[in-house]
């Protein structure tokens, strides 16, 4: 069997790295004063092949599907666009924002980064778990043989083209509208619910079959329970009008994350995603009442997923009836704990059980959250998120109340504005 070797190929290294919880979340209260301690969905701040390495010992050959959408290679620095109103023409009303770099000396480089990561996911995922690995041309064809080389060659169950449309500068070739996404199997029993995501046959085929009884050789398909998709899928990118948009960079449409774990994964199961960017697999997930793990090496992305989350649990969005709620809890690797600093005296005021923000505060804040009773020298200063508002992605501003279930002797009350400060503020109630 061919494979691929570089001089600085080499299997990923033991490392002892360790996740410290920094919160929970339970959006809108939903689960938090429940008897059910343990919050499964993890959502965790640090370099992958860190936050993989730590969960090792406790996920090793459990995981159930995992998404990879990594940098593809592209040499290209991405921002995020940020502020009230990202989605509008007039960029008075956003900014641009630090979002994640996609930029290598050469390819030996991207291939360090990329090989590790691929044999840690390897070993994360269940006998019957499944595998996707989102590229475009730049790198396709070199992870391709990367994960033979992992996964086996038989293993590879099938190239997916992703197509789309987009205006493009290229004047030289053709327009490059498509990604590609190798799905593989790390055994040869995996879940594939294929009824689930049939879709129509088109309006040619079925008339075809209607009018002539000899269409397809007399062979005719059940038209009512519609076809298996083919391994070319179209789905629009998430564009500046898309009400999923979310200002990260590269966001993924959550139809295409809809398919695939629709495809590969049963209610209950855990899926990860260890590029999660703006949390389009996590969001995905939970609304279709999967577990989930997703991790991200920058900030930004995590808070932008944090506060889709949010939203979406607001919108009834996630798990349906017979799930649990779906709560969160927010880790990050290493030791270097987050930097908060101290909110203006005014930011926040109690009255009775409702939180009132300034509301000098509303257009400069992207997201606020309480813990009723906060207990800074408990032991754990885990920060419990039980209330929380999000400035809404289109129209509409944040809410500038919030009710607490009950009034502990300490609140504590942080912010995070749209250039991403994060501030904090503990109300005593005496
Ligand atoms: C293509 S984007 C993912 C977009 C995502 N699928 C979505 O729908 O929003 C790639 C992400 O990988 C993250 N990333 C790159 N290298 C990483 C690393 N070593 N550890 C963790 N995250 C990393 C980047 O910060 C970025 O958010």
Redesign the pocket.
């Known amino acids: 069997m061919p494979s691929l070797t570089w001089p600085s190929k080499q299997q990923p290294e033991t490392l002892s790295a360790h996740l410290h919880t920094e919160a929970y979340l339970f959006p809108h209260g939903k689960g938090a004063f429940s008897a059910e301690e343990k919050i499964e969905n993890r959502l965790i701040l ?4 860190r ?1 993989m390495a730590a969960l090792l010992p406790e996920y090793e050959g459990k995981i159930d599907l995992i998404y990879a ?4 290679f592209s040499n290209q620095r991405y921002r995020a666009r940020v502020g009230r109103g990202e989605d509008s023409r007039q960029p008075e009303e956003w900014e641009l924002a630090k ?2 770099q996609d930029k290598w000396d050469n390819l030996d480089e991207y291939l360090d ?1 990329l090989y590790p ?1 691929l044999i840690l996911m390897h070993r994360l995922l269940s006998p019957t778990g499944t595998f996707y690995l ?1 590229l475009d041309w730049h790198a396709n064809a070199y992870a391709r043989i990367l994960l033979d080389e992992i996964f086996g060659y038989e293993r590879l169950n099938n190239e997916i083209i992703w197509t789309y449309h987009g205006p493009s500068p290229i004047r030289s070739a053709f327009n490059r509208k498509h990604d590609t996404i190798l799905f593989y199997t790390k055994g040869k029993e995996y879940t594939f619910n294929v009824d689930d995501v049939r879709i129509p046959y088109a309006d040619s085929t079925v008339n075809t079959f209607q009018s002539s009884k000899k269409a397809g050789f007399g062979k005719k398909p059940n038209l009512k329970r519609g076809k298996v998709p083919e391994d070319w899928w179209y789905f629009p990118v998430v564009a500046r009008l898309h009400s999923e948009r979310t200002g ?5 449409p959550e139809s295409l994350l809809e398919r695939i774990i629709t495809a590969s994964s049963n209610k209950g199961d855990i899926v990860a ?9 996590a969001t995905v997930a939970a609304r279709l009442g999967r577990r989930f793990i997703v ?4 900030w930004r ?1 995590i808070h932008t997923t944090r506060s889709r989350f949010v939203q979406n649990v607001l919108l009834g969005e996630e798990g349906g009836e017979e799930s649990p709620p779906a709560r969160l809890k927010l880790q990050r690797e290493g030791e270097v704990p987050p930097q908060v600093r101290q909110s203006r005296g005014d930011a926040v005021e109690l009255r009775g059980k409702t939180l009132v923000l300034n509301p000098n505060l509303a257009d400069e804040l992207d997201y606020w959250e309480a813990d009723p009773n906060w207990q800074p020298d408990s032991g754990d200063s885990i920060f419990r998120s039980v209330v929380q508002a999000a400035r809404p992605r289109r129209k509409g501003k944040i809410a500038t109340e919030l009710e607490l279930p009950f009034v502990g002797e300490n609140i504590c009350v942080r912010l995070v504005n749209v250039n991403g400060d994060k501030l904090e503020t503990v109300l005593g109630n005496r």
Request: glycine content about 12%.
């Open positions: 640090g370099d992958n092949l936050v959408d990594p940098p593809f979002g994640y980064m990561r989102h990260y960079p590269t966001q993924k995603d260890f590029f999660a960017g703006s949390g389009t697999t991790s991200d090496a920058q992305a």
